[in-house]
């Protein structure tokens, strides 16, 4: 069995990632209360998103488990790490074969 990174687990990675960005652009700058009021609740619920999706299948490495808690760029961090495990499973299971 594979352990691919669901697209579901994509998109809120991304999302996490972005809506941080533009939280911190918005603080940075001209700090407009509405952009801050959406920005971080979508950050929010993206975040724990990622972090339980991560941690909810057994196969999924402990690295993967350990980067998704850190925020901003842990959900991508954790997505390369399952990316990572899943293409040398793939790789041994070629060798296997053969």
């Known amino acids: 069995m594979y352990l691919q990174s669901p697209r579901h687990l994509r998109i809120a990675a991304h999302a996490e990632?972005?809506?941080?960005?533009?939280?911190l652009a918005n603080v940075f700058t001209v700090h407009v209360k509405p952009i801050s009021s959406l920005m971080g609740p979508t950050h929010g619920f993206a975040y724990l998103f990622v972090v339980?999706?991560?941690?909810?299948?057994?196969?999924a490495p402990a690295a993967a488990k350990v980067l998704a808690v850190v925020p901003g760029i842990g959900g991508l961090l954790a997505l390369r790490q399952l990316d990572r495990v899943?293409?040398?499973?793939?790789q041994t299971e070629e060798v296997i074969a053969s």
């Open 52 to 59: 339980i999706a991560t941690w909810r299948p057994k196969q």
């Open 86 to 90: 899943d293409t040398a499973r793939a």
């Open 17 to 23: 990632l972005v809506s941080l960005i533009v939280m």
